[in-house]
């Protein structure tokens, strides 16, 4: 239960805290001026990284103040965010920027005795570092974080990078059973994906240095705690694959800029984003294909965390995934092209008037079985447990908020936490289910209905933004990979397998409603304030 409340907390705090720092950045002129290397077209306030210390910090004052262990990394946290938050009012040099960099991280090695004391081979081999673990723990953390300053060039992006990072440091510390490390990932996950609420394409803020330093530092920091030697001997490999997008796209800047006699901290346009850009992506593409594989190679980490025997098949795999992102992008190959042939062949097999037909209908039969699984999400309600129930509340109050926003990424935020919905009105109607056995086989003749009608829809209505399209959603399937990961005893118990396939099916089904005209949103918005009503009725029981 601390691991909901922790994530809910940073997250409300962050939502809340970025229309105030909104407003103050911009009466005191901290804002982000477009310029012939800027991406973005107004100017745009940068001080949206406050609310992600801010949150962080509440969650730490709450449920983690009594951990000594990690109260050196939270001073370098918030001595480097304070570098951060000076740079973005009055613009520091770089080397006041360093030295404060690396003041932080000597007060986090110090105080929480972080050290790289050997490098692990990938065949098990091991390499004492001696009178050299405390120069490379000093460049490992300045460097993690210049990385994650200099992947923040896209709206979202280092956000996100920072997002899947910080889930599978998570994942990994779950995995050996530490617990308040997996308390702070969960807090800065909260805290990150509520800034995102507002940073994603087009951004109302930006989180500038503050943010970039801070979620940077905490992962070079994180990254060290016990260098995972629990789980492998693979000791730096895990983190630098997981963080492997903005060290390499650093890594190759620096060399760049050196090759061309510039200095190493001077700006450009050649960073990947950049790259993606100039290829012909638009920004949301950009972003995505970013998230994706900063989210593969997070997924290998892990994996190869768990069991290094894994690598032999890991490793191919991910060889292979990168090679055809690669070639997508390079016009080698061009899968939408393959779905725009098959869409012609299919123009041949069924008339236009037919396919808007069962698009128009197909649409109005999804409505029937959504609102079944509605109408089991609020029997259960009243006897749900406490985590479930407060599960619940929180995400029904966040989407209610996203659908009266008048921000103009509200929208993206909403798909994306309609997985959340799906995924707990699942379960929820699972309950009922398995309590009244009479319902099964209702409930499977509607489920498949469902499938079948977005089946229809998908294939016929011939619209991308049907499927997963947004940055936001990629995130999604990280959280799918990582049942992988859990426990065995937790996917029997749980059927996690079972439900998260039924609950992409009823996400896809709520984004097309979504999509959809005002007369079908409506029964979705009437069911959504019903199971708010039951939930506030329950709560006087």
């Known amino acids: 239960m601390a691991y909901i409340f922790s994530f809910a907390i940073a997250l409300a705090v962050a939502m809340l805290m970025i229309p105030p720092i909104k407003k103050l950045a911009m009466s005191w002129g901290v804002v982000d001026v477009p310029n012939e290397r800027k991406v973005h077209l107004v100017q745009t306030p940068r001080m949206g990284g406050l609310a992600i210390v801010l949150a962080f910090m509440v969650v730490w004052v709450l449920f983690l103040r009594q951990e000594s262990r990690f109260l050196g990394i939270v001073a370098g946290m918030l001595i480097v965010a304070l570098v951060g938050f000076l740079d973005d009012?009055?613009?520091l040099s770089a080397r006041w920027k360093f030295l404060g960099q690396f003041l932080a991280a000597?007060?986090?090695?110090?105080?929480?005795?972080?050290?790289?004391?050997?490098?692990?081979?990938?065949?098990?081999?091991?390499?004492?570092l001696g009178f050299l673990s405390v120069p490379l723990t000093l460049i490992w953390i300045v460097g993690i974080t210049n990385a994650i300053n200099l992947s923040d060039g896209l709206d979202g992006l280092a956000g996100g990078i920072s997002f899947i990072a910080l889930a599978s440091f998570g994942m990994l510390a779950y995995q050996r059973g530490d617990l308040p490390l997996v308390l702070i990932c969960m807090a800065l996950l909260g805290a990150t994906l509520g800034f995102l609420r507002y940073n994603t394409h087009p951004a109302d803020i930006f989180?500038?240095?503050?943010?970039?330093?801070?979620?940077?530092?905490?992962?070079?920091?994180?990254?060290?705690?016990?260098n995972f030697k629990s789980l492998t001997t693979l000791t730096l490999i895990t983190p630098i694959l997981v963080l492997l997008i903005p060290i390499a796209d650093t890594t190759w800047a620096i060399i760049r800029r050196l090759w061309e006699g510039r200095s190493p901290f001077s700006a450009d346009k050649k960073h990947l984003h950049h790259r993606l850009l100039a290829l012909g992506m638009d920004h949301t593409q950009s972003v995505s294909v970013i998230y994706a594989l900063s989210a593969a190679l997070s997924v290998t980490a892990v994996l190869l965390a768990e069991s290094s025997h894994f690598k032999f098949v890991l490793i191919p795999l991910l060889v292979?995934?990168?090679?055809?992102?690669?070639?997508?992008?390079?016009?080698?190959?061009?899968?939408?092209?393959?779905?725009?042939?098959?869409?012609?062949?299919?123009?041949?097999?069924?008339?236009?008037?037919?396919?808007?037909?069962?698009?128009?209908?197909?649409?109005?039969?999804?409505?029937?079985?959504v609102l079944f699984y509605f109408i089991l999400f609020a029997i259960a309600l009243p006897s749900a447990s406490l985590q479930i129930f407060g599960a619940s509340a929180f995400v029904l109050i966040l989407i209610g908020i996203q659908f009266v926003s008048k921000s103009p990424n509200s929208e993206g935020f909403l798909v994306f936490s309609l997985f959340f919905l799906a995924s707990l009105v699942l379960f929820n109607a699972q309950m009922v289910v398995t309590q009244a056995a009479w319902l099964a086989p209702i409930e499977r003749i509607f489920f498949y209905l469902l499938l079948v009608s977005i089946l229809a829809h998908v294939v016929f209505q011939k619209k991308r933004d049907l499927i997963l399209t947004t940055p936001l959603e990629i995130m999604i399937l990280v959280l799918l990979v990582g049942v992988t990961f859990m426990p065995l005893e937790w996917r029997d118990s749980m059927q996690i397998s079972f439900l998260l396939f039924r609950s992409i099916v009823l996400f896809m089904a709520l984004k097309i409603l979504l999509l959809a005209t005002e007369k079908l949103k409506r029964p979705v918005v009437s069911a959504l304030a019903s199971s708010l009503m039951i939930l506030a009725v329950s709560l006087l029981r």
Not at 110 to 127: C, E, K, N, P, T
């Open 89 to 91: 009012a009055f613009h």
């Open 106 to 128: 000597g007060v986090a090695i110090y105080f929480a005795d972080l050290r790289i004391d050997f490098l692990g081979g990938v065949i098990g081999s091991q390499y004492e």
């Open 207 to 226: 989180m500038g240095d503050t943010g970039s330093l801070f979620l940077g530092f905490s992962l070079g920091t994180l990254s060290l705690v016990g």
């Open 320 to 369: 292979l995934f990168l090679a055809m992102v690669a070639l997508q992008i390079f016009g080698a190959l061009n899968f939408f092209r393959w779905a725009e042939h098959w869409s012609e062949r299919l123009d041949g097999w069924v008339s236009s008037h037919l396919q808007s037909h069962i698009a128009y209908w197909s649409m109005r039969v999804i409505l029937i079985p």
